[in-house]
Each structure stands twice: as C-alpha cells, then as structure tokens.
C-alpha cells in the first residue's frame, strides 16, 4: 500500500552511551559504597547534594529536589502546596499516565481541560472549569515539549488565585521569553527517565522559590531530620515546625544516579541545539505534505525537540492503524494518541478508569489523528531527513482518502 521502498534501520528507543566522565563518577560512588544520598563523611556534601545546588543553578531556582522520578516530584508537589483529599486538579487532557496518576495518587481528581491543535491547554475551557470546579491547583503538563502561552495562562492563574504546578518532564531546558519552563509557578517537576533530556534511568528534580513548600517536600521525601544535608534547601529554621508536622515517604534519589547526571547536565544546552537541528529538518519536510498539519509555535518559546508530533485530520481508526503499520514495516515507530486502548507509554482519558469519565469531544477529535514519534540523539541529520521521507511517502494514500 506504502509506495517507498525505502527502510529506516535505526531503534528510536537507542539513547547515546553514557560519558566515560559520568562512569567514572558513578564507579567512584560504586566503590565508595556510599549510594545512599545521606551517607556521606562529615559535612562533605553528597552527590544528590551537589547535584540539587547544580540544578537549581541551572534553572535559576532558590531550592531544587532530587527525588525518585518526575511522576514522584509531581505528587510530592502537590502534597507539599497543601492538596487535602477529592480535591479537584486542573490538568492538561493530552498528557501520559504519570501525569492523573499524580494526582490521584496525591489523593486528588483530576479535571481535564481541552487543548486546541498546537497541542497545548485551551485557555478558553480553562477560565470556564475554573469557576465551574471551584479548584485551587494547577498541574500543567507541558506535553511533549509545546508551551501554551504563558502570559495569558499566568494573567488566568493571578485573577483566579490558581497554584500552579509545572510537569516539565518535556520541557527541561525550555523557555518562554527567556524564562526557563518550571520557574512560572510554584514548582516545576522534571525528569530524568531514560527517554528525557536528562539519562538516569529513573529520576526527577523538584524546583521553587517557596521556602516552606521547598521544606515539606523535603521532609515528604524521606529526608528524617537530616535535611540539611541536602544541597539547595531553606534554612534550618524553615524546617522547625515542618519537620515535626510532615510525614515522610521513601522517594529520594540515591548517589549513584546522581552522579550520572551531574556531568550530563553541562552539556544539555549542547544537545537542545543538537535536538532542534533534527526537529527542524524533520519539520520543514511534513510541513512540505498537504495533508499533514503540525502545531505552530510562538515567537516567544524557546523549545526543546526531542520528538515531534503530527497530525492527519479526519484519518479513520482503522487507518490510523494501517499508517502506524506501514511506517513499522519501513523501520518507523511512530505512536497515535488516538486509540482508545493504551499501548506501551501512550494512552488516552478514556483508558483511565480511575478518573471519573468526561466530556472532551473538541479535544477527542485532535487526538484521532495525532501521530507522535521520539528523535533520539544517536539520528544523524541524514537518519532523521530519511525517516521524514518514509512518514510523507506513507502518509499519501491516506492523506487522499480524508479530502
């Protein structure tokens, strides 16, 4: 049916190696024995100690939270800005799993605002199921790297007292008029999960301003008393009260990860450039098939494209199957948010039968058509102008059934 003979060989899911500066960091906290962030020599700061201070250095933060994973940072924020139990959460409806599941697992409900076709937060349905939910959070998901406009989205969050929580696990890195995602609200939540901009494996960084809210998260992730041991905290005074009030969980990170990621971090402004040559080559050239429509970006973002997303409005579910099928069989791997059973990391609202079910018809319709796909690092310049020449070549006959 797909009328390219062309093959693309390359695994999306191939990160690139580990730098010997990072193993050989990790292998010093390996024979040191001390993998536990607490377990360190006198006042000698540890490795989730020095990454916390190198972090929030990055990102022009106050405190910064080495913790388990951004889902975990995510939960943690919400438990440390004051979420009592059924309370309502705003939330982007195009996000991943960890995302309601934060906030369910914070003990929340998670209310779903739609988004428009650059794939951000409708800030129209917003204002309206602010007054309608009576909610007083926030959780915007920066969904695979689109910054909604932040500006008004902030004039909305001032005049409604909104808290606003960032997932930034897409946006690390990342600006919107040349500030950093995750520094807009209370908290930005970020992760270093293999797939992200940051390789640990597992792992997530909490961010804020807030002294008191920084304290609580402190203590919620398992610190016990020895929470100035931590590297970008309040001081000890903040905890005095917090400390005795504030139930510990187990969600740290421990050194060994740690060590991994301080040494990448010095090259992630690197990669967000290298990220973008290849977002941008595969971009001009859907953007060069009618048919395929792609979201618009603003003048004012500065994004991180580490995958990219298009859709072909009005495809059937039967041929969004047959088009994910045929781009499989010439090497491509490509995701559609459009199915209503999960499969692998994607998955839709309607598969999450935890949350009470809602209407997001405008929303469901953007989905059906929305193809996703990773553009890892290990592509070269000519993987990535390969791969875009497949998705157009394939996208053809399918494009001519939807006019």
Known sequence: MAMTTKIFTRPFTQQEPISDDA?????????????????????????????????????????????????????????????????KVLTNMYTLAPVPGSISNAGGEPIFIEINENLVLD???????????????????????????????????????????????????AKWNDERSGNFGLAGCFSTQTY????????????????????????????????????????????????????????RMDNLRAAIL?????????????????????????????????PKRAAEESYVGSSIQFRIPGISPSDAAKFLEINKEHGVEIKWFGSDDPN??????????????????????????????RLPLTFSLDDCSLLADIISECAQSFISKTN
């Open 262 to 294: 301080r040494p990448q971090l010095k090259s992630l402004d690197k990669n967000i450039k290298r990220w973008n040559e290849r977002y941008q080559l595969v971009e001009k050239k859907l953007k060069e098939v009618k048919g395929i429509k792609l």
């Open 196 to 251: 992200k901009h940051l390789n640990s494996g597992e792992g997530g960084l909490l961010t804020s301003d807030d002294p008191e809210f920084m304290a609580r998260a402190i203590i919620l992730s398992g610190s016990y008393m020895l929470y100035e041991r931590h590297g970008a905290a309040p001081n000890k005074e903040v905890f005095a009260d917090i400390r005795l009030e504030t139930p510990n969980y187990s969600g």
């Open 123 to 173: 800030l129209d349905d917003l204002s309206k199921k602010v007054v309608s939910s009576k909610a007083r959070f926030l959780l915007i998901s920066h969904m695979r790297g689109h910054l909604v406009d932040m500006d008004k989205l902030m004039q909305i969050v001032k005049e409604n007292n909104l808290i606003l929580i960032e997932d930034c696990a897409h946006t690390m890195g």
């Open 344 to 373: 692998g990391f994607t998955s839709n609202h309607k598969s999450w039968k935890y949350v009470k079910q809602q209407r997001l018809e405008y929303s469901d319709k953007i989905l059906s058509g929305l193809f996703d796909l």
């Open 23 to 87: 193993i050989n960091a990790a292998t010093e906290v390996l024979k040191s024995g001390r993998l536990h962030r607490y377990n360190s020599i006198s006042n000698e700061l540890s490795e989730a100690s020095l990454l916390e201070q190198e972090y929030a250095s990055f990102q022009g933060s106050r405190f910064c939270l080495a913790c388990a994973s951004g889902g975990y940072a995510m939960s943690v924020a919400l438990k440390a800005a004051g979420l009592i139990a059924d309370e």
